[in-house]
């Protein structure tokens, strides 16, 4: 099969990433835009762009059917999702099969597999990858207490559907269970129309590590290797690098083994990532989550292994092998990317949208910068405040730390504030540099600012 022209169902850097890989594989672009995105960056350099409706993102980027009729009277014979919005909708890729549509990216039953985390953690269990203590969904305050003292305090309450920290609770005291329970079902309720949540034990010296994994319609499935994605605020990444700094090479292997592992289990086919915890005081890994599209943290994955991942999924939807079997693929270097956002750090993060007066982002031959933004772009208030990806590479991590410290600092962006300068106090940080990192190191540094 022959992909021609594709509908890139998303905005921001994700849609140009998207277009400037159909450009050079011949494949026509036609992106879908809100009302406030028709003079984006993404907009100027398709082949055409699409209005599907006003800027709030549930009247454009979030309406499955708005998109694929966009599709349909664009003559697209494709549909890329991105990362985001409907990118693990199963409703968008049945609605994309119903309509002769190819969807790049997995079958919608992959994608109700993986999304929801109690049936993706059985299928895990049940192919022997280590999975973290824990329950069946909750509800009654009783069963949930029960269920907390047979796992051990702390524990986690998750949503079983959707993610980016919405849903999740921390609770150390049993005597608030019950109340955090509720808030979390509600909280799950209204972020995915899905209020199941269950409890996992809470690792608190964790480090979060993930393996990039492709497989094509003919069975095969590969491995790209791990990230390291431990430096999260409110569970969103901010920093992350491949490969994961300080691990054996057992531990490495185990953890991609894993990986495969699960994937092979439900005979994945496009681009996924497997998340895992892994416990940095009795070094075990677990399993803990599968998102069934591309990351925003792969560009660190495609610097270290010369591959393009944005690719690979249109070869596996369009129904082609692999290019290259899992002794083929070679692991080279140290790349780490910050995600730059329109954001006040010294006010909790609050959002910084406006005019950039000012845009002048570093150039060296290591350093690749994934961003829509130029000079006088507003940034808009009605959607994610991420408004650059910084990747550096390095023949080691020493050296990928030194680039991206120096990358950091040459960075100018006028007009609005940004993370930029956070961004080079973690990455600074004796902590970050030791590869001693887990996922409470930015609340830390975040705490020491307070003072």
Not at 70 to 82: E, I, K, N
Not at 315 to 322: M, P, S, T, V, W
Not at 324 to 350: K, L, T, Y
Request: glycine residues 8%.
């Amino acid at each position: 099969m022959k992909l021609a022209r594709v509908l890139v169902a998303n905005r921001g850097e994700i849609a140009v990433r998207i277009i400037r890989t159909c450009q050079a594989i011949g494949i026509e672009t036609v992106v879908a835009t809100s009302e406030a995105d028709r003079d984006s960056l993404a907009a100027r350099i398709a082949d055409r762009a699409f209005c599907v409706g006003p800027a709030s993102a549930s009247e454009s980027y979030l309406d499955p059917e708005k998109m694929v009729a966009a599709a349909v009277v664009t003559g697209c014979d494709c549909l890329h999702p991105g990362y985001g919005f409907l990118a693990e909708s199963p409703d968008l890729a049945r609605l994309c099969a119903e309509n002769d549509i190819v969807f790049v990216g997995p079958s919608p039953d992959h994608i109700l597999q993986m999304g929801n985390k109690i049936l993706s953690r059985k299928i895990a269990e049940d192919s022997g990858v280590p999975t973290l203590p824990g329950s069946e969904p909750v509800s009654d305050p009783e069963d949930a207490v029960s269920a907390a003292k047979e796992i051990g305090l702390p524990v986690m309450i998750k949503a079983a559907s959707g993610g980016g920290g919405r849903g999740m609770k921390i609770v150390e005291d049993i005597d608030v269970l019950g109340a955090q329970i509720e808030m979390a079902a509600s909280e799950a309720g209204a972020a995915f129309g899905d209020s199941t949540v269950y409890l996992e034990k809470y690792i608190g010296n964790a480090r979060h590590i993930e393996v990039q994994v492709l497989g094509d319609s003919h069975g095969n499935i590969v491995h790209l290797g791990e990230r390291d994605c431990s430096l999260q605020r409110r569970h969103q990444k901010m920093v992350e690098e491949a490969p994961a700094p300080g691990l054996s090479e057992d531990l490495r292997d185990g953890i991609r083994d894993a990986a495969v592992t699960l994937a092979r289990a439900v005979d994945y086919e496009s681009a996924g990532t497997v998340e895992f915890i892994f416990d940095a005081d009795s070094g075990a890994f677990y399993f803990l989550e599968m998102n069934t599209r591309i990351q925003v943290e792969h560009p660190v994955t495609e610097m270290i292994t010369g591959e393009d991942l944005i690719e690979e999924q249109f070869r596996i939807a369009a129904g082609k092998k692999l290019r290259f079997s899992q002794a083929e693929i070679s692991f080279r270097g140290h790349a780490i990317e910050c995600r730059i956002n329109a954001e006040r750090p010294e006010v909790g993060f609050a959002p910084s949208p406006g005019v950039i007066t000012d845009w002048r982002p570093p150039i060296a031959p290591y350093i690749r910068l994934e961003s829509h933004c130029f000079q006088n772009y507003r940034v808009p208030v009605n959607y994610d405040s991420m408004i650059a990806k910084l990747v550096v590479y390095g023949r080691d991590r020493p050296q990928a730390i030194r680039r991206m410290q120096h990358a950091l600092s040459q960075f100018v962006i006028g007009g609005i504030e940004t993370t930029a300068a956070f961004q080079q106090r973690l990455i600074s940080s004796s902590t970050f540099i030791d590869g001693r990192m887990n996922t409470r190191l930015v609340d830390e540094i975040v705490g020491q600012s307070n003072k």
